[in-house]
Every structure is written in structure tokens, then in C-alpha cells.
T-cell receptor, first 114, second 113 residues
Framework: AQKVTQAQTEISVVEKEDVTLDCVYE???????LFWYKQPPSGELVFLIR??????QNEISGRYSWNFQKSTSSFNFTITASQVVDSAVYFC???????????FGKGTKLSVKP | DGGITQSPKYLFRKEGQNVTLSCEQN?????MYWYRQDPGQGLRLIYY???????QKGDIAEGYSVSREKKESFPLTVTSAQKNPTAFYLC????????????FGEGSRLTVL
């Protein structure tokens, strides 16, 4: 991927609401992996999910789910029944740099209010 | 516990000084990375290393240097040639470069006075 766009700079929701984080990317590669990471206020990025480009089956893992559509180069991430602890900055990161390195979007800051 | 340790967590330096940020991992990972993060920005790759004694420039390598003498260690030196060094620096490792999940340290915040 040469470019990653996370159009939502900040999102604020009330606890228990569902929230979807958008990610659109550009790539010249035919096969690649896509990732979502979470950065809480402590600063350390935490791995959330990984998806490969040749499997478009969408999945659910606990309160997390994702919608990958290769035709539109989108990899959206949904948190169901949000909690205050979900407050963080979320980064979409598809492969696309040299040697398969990840390209990070600018992130979406999610605030979940009680 | 297995993980990545970065030190120091906070660092202040005067203009014109070089500073070295430490990154150690005990995950037995082959690949290690340094990223820079500025407010409201994504992570930008500075350098990465796939194997001991070898490393490659990332997207913003100018003004930085690294070494990889041991598998566990990948220190980053911010030199005086880096024009805007104030930033949050994150070190990461992965089992391999291709498709590998990145494991991150807690970061080092460098402020140039």
C-alpha cells in the first residue's frame, strides 16, 4: 500500500454504542496483509487483528469485527457495545512498503464516554 | 515476561547533541524496527533490520543511525543532523518482515530544548 486514509480523525460515542472505524488504502500489490492496531494513552501499540488479502470472509472476534472489501480497498473495523477502556487511537496498517513493511494511517482517536 | 524494552521513557537534550535510544527484545525475533510518531500523525519508519549486522533505511532515515550487533538489541541514535528530532519514538519487533505481527515497546519521548 502506498497510501492509507483514515478519514475519521476523532470519534466520540457513549458507552455501549457500536462504532465503526474506516480505512481505505492504495496498493499495487496483489497479495498483502492488513492490520489494525490500538494505541492507548500509555503509548504502546497493541495488535488487534490481521487479515490477508486473498480471504474476504469477514469475521467476528468477541466485540471486534471487520469488513474487508478488496474491490474497494477498504478494511473497516467495528467495535460492538463499546466500553470506556476502548478509548484509544486506532491505526489501520496494510502492508505496502519495501520488504513488505507496514504503512500506517494517521489514526482515529476514539473516545468512549460513560 | 517476553517483550520489548525501550529506554529511557523520557529524554531531554540540547540542540546539537546526539542521543541514543535503547531497544531490547527477548522474543527471539529476527526483525526489528524504529518508528517515529508526531502528534496527529501515523507512524513513519526510520530504520529496520531483518538480521544481525544488517539494516535498511526506512522512509525518514536522514539524521538517524542504527546498529544491530546482537539479535536482541537495536539502538537508535538521533544525531545533530536531524532537524526536528522532538517526537515519540517506538521500537518494534516481529518474527520476520513478511506478514509478521509487530510487537511494540512503550516508546521513548524525546524533547529537544
Amino acid at each position: 500500500a502506498q497510501k492509507v486514509t483514515q478519514a475519521q480523525t476523532e470519534i466520540s460515542v457513549v458507552e455501549k454504542e457500536d462504532v465503526t472505524l474506516d480505512c481505505v488504502y492504495e496498493t499495487r500489490d496483489t497479495t498483502y496483509y492488513l492490520f489494525w492496531y490500538k494505541q492507548p494513552p500509555s503509548g504502546e501499540l497493541v495488535f488487534l487483528i490481521r487479515r490477508n488479502s486473498f480471504d474476504e470472509q469477514n469475521e467476528i472476534s468477541g466485540r471486534y469485527s471487520w469488513n474487508f472489501q478488496k474491490s474497494t480497498s477498504s478494511f473497516n473495523f467495528t467495535i460492538t457495545a463499546s466500553q470506556v477502556v476502548d478509548s484509544a487511537v486506532y491505526f489501520c496498517a496494510p502492508q505496502g512498503g519495501s520488504q513488505g513493511n507496514l504503512i500506517f494511517g494517521k489514526g482515529t482517536k476514539l473516545s468512549v464516554k460513560p | 515476561d517476553g517483550g520489548i524494552t525501550q529506554s529511557p521513557k523520557y529524554l531531554f537534550r540540547k540542540e546539537g547533541q546526539n542521543v541514543t535510544l535503547s531497544c531490547e527484545q527477548n522474543l527471539n525475533h529476527d526483525a526489528m524496527y524504529w518508528y517515529r510518531q508526531d502528534p496527529g500523525q501515523g507512524l513513519r519508519l526510520i530504520y529496520y533490520s531483518q538480521i544481525v549486522n544488517d539494516f535498511q533505511k526506512g522512509d525518514i532515515a536522514e539524521g538517524y543511525s542504527v546498529s544491530r550487533e546482537k539479535k536482541e538489541s537495536f539502538p537508535l541514535t538521533v544525531t545533530s543532523a536531524q532537524k526536528n528530532p522532538t517526537a515519540f519514538y517506538l521500537c518494534a519487533s516481529s518474527p520476520g518482515v513478511t506478514a509478521g505481527e509487530l510487537f511494540f515497546g512503550e516508546g521513548s519521548r524525546l524533547t529537544v530544548l
